[in-house]
């Protein structure tokens, strides 16, 4: 006679709180400080300013991307949160109501009404307000929102994608610095979008021409407007 044997899962969509801001953070710093760079190169500005430059982006990048984090992932949490209090206070106040329209939420997904019944109260009794979170409200253990977490990853992998490109200014000379920054960071951008999509369980050719092709045009463009303008950016 065969046993169930039951085992414990590690999916995929438990990492989608750090990923998410991670891949945005080190794209961003790739993308943003390499492009600052080409188009202050592209003025034909000295070296220097152009370290200096790219040193302030990195520095002001990395905390705007941890004060944009936190402001936007701290206004899904307050929304959360406010779902949540509502939901309680329904709870207290009209407990059949919420009983049926959990089991409502059943039936939509193909359940018997009866059994349907049967599963709200059997999950209510262990616990209401997370049983009308997660299938009422969606929300859950693995989605909600993690305003310092989502802060400190974007501030973190920004400055290691920011580094990258400002390392090619350090060992790069003057006359080849464009062009090197400029492949340097699309390969830089092209192992992201790979790691990320590896991180993530998605297509991996996909997300690296996807990041790719949004870097290139990003410093493309500001390469343009600095050799047009000829001035430092």
């Known amino acids: 006679m065969s046993r169930l044997r039951l085992h414990r899962e590690n999916h995929l969509v438990t990492r989608i709180g750090w990923l998410r801001a991670a891949v945005l953070g080190a794209n961003d710093g790739i993308v943003s400080t ?12 000295k070296s220097d300013d152009i370290l200096i430059a790219g040193v302030a982006g990195l520095v002001a990048g990395a905390m705007s991307m941890a004060a ?10 307050d929304t959360e949160r406010a779902d949540l209090a509502r939901e309680r206070k329904e709870l207290s106040e009209d407990v059949d109501f919420e009983r049926e329209e959990l089991a409502q939420i059943y039936v939509a997904r193909g359940v018997d009404h009866e059994l349907a019944l049967k599963v709200a109260d059997q999950l209510m009794a262990k616990d209401a307000l997370g049983a009308h ?3 009422e409200l969606g929300i859950s ?3 909600t929102a993690r305003p310092v977490q989502a802060a400190l990853t974007s501030a973190a992998t920004f400055s290691v994608g920011a580094a990258l490109p400002l390392l090619m200014v350090v060992i790069s000379p003057a006359h080849l610095l464009v062009p090197l920054v400029s492949g340097a960071s699309l390969v830089f951008l092209g192992l992201l979008g790979a790691i990320g999509a590896k991180a993530g369980g998605a297509d991996v050719l996909r997300a690296t021409l996807r990041v790719t092709f949004w870097g290139a045009l990003a410093m493309a463009l500001t390469a343009g407007i600095g050799a047009l303008f000829g001035t430092v950016v």
């Open 141 to 143: 253990e693995i989605t």
């Open 133 to 135: 979170a997660r299938d």
């Open 34 to 45: 390499a492009s600052l760079i080409v188009g202050v190169a592209s003025a034909a500005a």
């Open 68 to 77: 944009g984090e936190y402001v936007s992932v701290s206004s899904q949490s």
